[in-house]
């Protein structure tokens, strides 16, 4: 049993760490025209998943993981805030704040990982927004006085608010 229940959330992690580890790179030409199509098909499916229309229905494990996600990119915010009037330079940023932080977002998105359990279509939309946390958080844990990332943090969580009914954030755009 606690195979099965494993390989699942082994195999979404190490998926989604090769597509944050694949952000930002070239993407090679196509060579064949077969790989055009074949390649051309994803695109399509990519094309729909994104333009789903949602929003879409969170479980218990989802609304709990973006809460502490959300709770940390508040905590950030107010910290860059708060470095950006407190010092011209980024030197007054507590960086054993902000790696607490970005280690919470992280435990956060491993349970969401670990325990969310969303039709396709909305786990499929739940995912990018995921990668982009993890990329933002991954930058600020290597560079903790560059509170640059906060930014993208606040977008992705806006980008949830609009995707997604999360009626315990209190955030939810009701569309």
């Known amino acids: 049993m606690f195979l099965r229940s494993f390989f699942p959330l082994r195999f979404s992690l190490g998926a989604l760490a090769l597509v944050v580890a694949g952000m930002g790179r070239?993407?090679?030409?196509?060579?064949?025209?077969?790989?055009?199509?074949?390649?051309?098909?994803?695109?399509?499916?990519?094309?729909?998943?994104?333009?789903?229309?949602?929003?879409?229905?969170?479980?218990?494990?989802?609304?709990?993981?973006m809460g502490r996600v959300r709770k940390s990119v508040e905590s950030l915010t107010a910290l860059t805030a708060s470095s950006s009037v407190s010092a011209a330079d980024e030197s007054g940023v507590d960086d054993t704040r902000v790696l607490g932080m970005t280690a919470e977002i992280r435990s956060a998105i491993q349970s969401i990982f670990a325990e969310c359990r969303l039709p396709p279509d909305a786990d499929a939309a739940l995912h990018p927004l995921l990668a982009d946390l993890l990329q933002a958080s991954a930058a600020l844990t290597e560079a903790p006085s560059s509170l640059t990332p906060v930014a993208q943090m606040q977008r992705v969580m806006t980008r949830y608010d609009a995707k997604f009914r999360d009626e315990d954030s209190g955030h939810f755009d009701g569309h």
């Open 26 to 65: 070239p993407v090679p030409a196509q060579t064949h025209a077969s790989e055009s199509v074949d390649h051309s098909h994803h695109h399509a499916k990519a094309a729909v998943t994104d333009a789903a229309t949602g929003p879409f229905a969170t479980d218990a494990p989802l609304r709990a993981g």
